[in-house]
């Protein structure tokens, strides 16, 4: 692996500002990686070498021309999941139905960062719409887990957490519906960002479930995440769900309490997100890290979230619900995929669906529409909407009469083995049981990791703030990763 691919994205900048290197070889050598473990990992879909190195020529103009005046972020490679769309650039949402598909616009989130001159080397991997937790559930077969290539590196977005963890990329972009960056970020042994619902734009973003997706940051370290969140964040008057909430300079505010320990800082721990189904290794590294809090001078105390064993299903009867509604759209008679043998629209319809949806699509749409059909709605859906209320009131009475970020595990196991669960629709669910309380309460979530299990697998750490408080999470988060540092091995070992 190029030496350059193992930089941190502040030591690329600063390397680019000390002309060491420019973007062009920046971005030639992350080409270069993934053309040599793609094969092996398969995080990519789509490569964009062109784009890319014509981008990369331009962020050189920029950076020669404007040198520390240039955007933090100029030059820098950047990967994509595939369920955010570009112009002129296929965009597939790991779906055959999807196949041909190339978006007339590019999303908030993508054109923000493409606006600092950030370079996209190419689209990646994913389940299918985002449906899924470990990236199995893709029409271009399944992701695999740099630190094994034989497991799983999380889901939906494990194409990209894949490629930040073995150096194709430096940062990449994901989406977070149920825990669609934390759970990858946590098995790759990276950070990811699920930001309050509203903080970044949806506009582009393709519809899985749009009272839960939120576009997010992946990085190798805390300050730059904070790097990539500051410039994806802000109101958009394209997305009506956007908040207009100031966007502090997260860097900034990261590097000011870098060396203030946490002093005064109460970590909440709910007693019912150690489940008994949770991990011994899991188990053992989270207790440990409440002790690195301690260290550092925060206290713990414990919090409860009483309405924690209803979060999963409730999830499971919402996102469904709206899943089945917003790929409604997709019906071989605009884009995409079409059948080749249909005599009536009724047909085509059927026929498109039926050979281009994969299984877990299927089922998902299925179990909306029973949800949402005469004579459930009132007792499935109405009646899941009133226990997500619930779901968002706990974590508010904890924020406000007990801590001031809450701690748990990210997930109750480290990355299992491509094909464990895929027999088991509800075990690979459970995979989601600590992360969707988060989702339907719509707060940030930061995911960082906190050991390695036996197998010398990564255990992720979750970190959950009120609303909009992301800078408390990005600080807290540093704290402790710079107290206890974590190896990231594929960068150490080419990514394979």
Known sequence: MNSLCKLSAQEMRQGLLDTEFSAVELASAHLDSIKESNETLNSFITITEDKALAAAKAADTRLSSEKEN????????????????????????????????????????????????????????????????????????????????????????????????????????????????????????????????????????????????????????????????????????????????????????????????????????????????????????????????????????????????????????????????????????????????????????????????GKEVKRRIMMGSYVLSAGYYDAYYLKAQQVRTLVANDFLAAFTNHCDVIATPVSPCTAFKLGEKTSSPLEMYLADALTVPVSLAGLPALSIPCGLDTQNLPIGLQLIAPAFEESKLLSTGNAFLTEQPFELKPLTSGGQ
């Not at 001078?297 to 414990?302: C, F, L, N, Q, T």
């Not at 919402?318 to 019906?331: C, G, K, Q, T």
């Open 70 to 357: 240039s955007p933090l972020l100029c030059g820098l490679p950047l990967a994509l999941k595939d369920m955010l769309v570009t112009k002129d650039v296929e965009t597939t949402c790991g779906s055959k139905i999807l196949k041909g598909f190339v978006p007339p616009y590019t999303g908030t989130a993508v054109a923000r960062a493409e606006k600092q001159g950030m370079v996209v080397v190419g689209k990646t991997n994913m389940d299918e719409f985002g449906m899924g937790s470990s990236s199995e559930n893709s029409a271009f077969g399944p992701v695999r887990n740099p630190w094994d290539t034989e497991r799983i590196p999380g889901g939906s977005s494990g194409g990209s957490a894949a490629a930040v963890a073995s150096g194709q990329a430096p940062l990449a972009l994901g989406t977070d519906t149920g825990g669609s960056i934390r759970q990858p970020a946590a098995m790759t042994g990276i950070v990811g960002l699920k930001p309050t619902y509203g903080r970044v734009s949806r506009y582009g973003a393709v519809a899985y479930a749009s009272s839960c997706d939120q576009v997010g940051p992946f990085a190798r370290n805390i300050p730059d995440l904070a790097m990539l969140f500051a410039a994806i964040a802000g109101k958009d008057p394209q997305d009506a769900t956007s908040v207009a909430e100031d966007v502090p300079d997260y860097l900034a505010e990261v590097a000011e309490k870098a060396t203030s320990g946490l002093a005064g800082l109460k970590v909440g721990v709910p007693q019912e997100y150690l489940v008994d189904g949770l991990q011994p290794d899991v188990k053992s590294a989270f207790e440990s890290s409440l002790g690195v809090f301690e260290k550092l001078g925060a206290e713990i105390v414990d919090v409860s979230l009483p309405h924690t064993e209803h979060a999963l299903a409730t999830y499971y009867i919402i996102v469904p619900a709206e899943a089945s509604s917003n790929l409604a759209r997709y019906d071989g008679v605009r884009y995409g995929h079409r059948t080749a043998k249909a005599d009536t629209l009724q047909e085509l319809y059927a026929k498109t669906r039926g050979e281009a949806f």
